[in-house]
């Protein structure tokens, strides 16, 4: 899972290549590794993208993994066209900038909290606001556009498209 993404973040070296801070120990590891502890202490985190994102990746497997280690959200300026819909099959909640130029306010360590996506306030055409509190200075916030229909808005309630089938099925 990103093991060649680059971070803006850290130096552009291959060396930096796929690798990110850990929010709890300051360490730079790679992301899998990363995701795997913020999982094991139970911290949700999401994946803030460029352009693009998911472009030239095997998407199904970079919608599935980010969701298999804990993740919950990616936020993008813009995703391939086929990726944004995987990460909503896999339970994963894709948004947009509203303003793109929000992307590069975010800042490491930052810590995002997304507003709006409680059971009944997430509804088709309903922006979801993202709340930012860097380490210094002040809390700011940004909205952030999904392209869910209401049925969409239940696999992620069901945790993936396929949980939700399957529910579905047991029903009857």
């Not at 992307?103 to 309903?126: C, H, M, N, S």
Request: aromatic share 6%.
């Amino acid at each position: 899972m990103l093991t060649t993404a680059t971070n803006d973040f850290l130096p552009n070296t291959p060396q930096n290549l796929g690798h990110t801070r850990n929010p709890h120990t300051n360490e730079v590891q790679v992301v899998p590794e990363v995701a795997r502890s913020l999982q094991c202490l139970g911290t949700r985190w999401c994946i803030v993208g460029d352009h693009n994102y998911g472009e030239g990746s095997s998407r199904e497997h970079a919608a599935l993994e980010p969701r298999f280690l804990g993740g919950v959200a990616v936020i993008a300026r813009s995703f391939a066209r086929i990726h944004e819909t995987n990460l909503k099959k896999q339970g994963m909640l894709p948004l947009t900038f509203d303003d793109p130029a929000d992307y590069v306010r975010v800042a490491e360590g930052d810590r995002i909290t997304l507003l709006g996506v409680e059971d009944g306030e997430f509804q088709p055409g309903k922006q979801v606001v993202m709340r930012v509190e860097p380490r210094q200075g002040k809390a700011w916030e940004a909205s952030l556009n999904h392209s869910y229909h209401p049925g969409q808005i239940a696999w992620l309630r069901a945790g993936s498209a396929l949980n939700h089938i399957k529910a579905t099925m047991l029903q009857k």
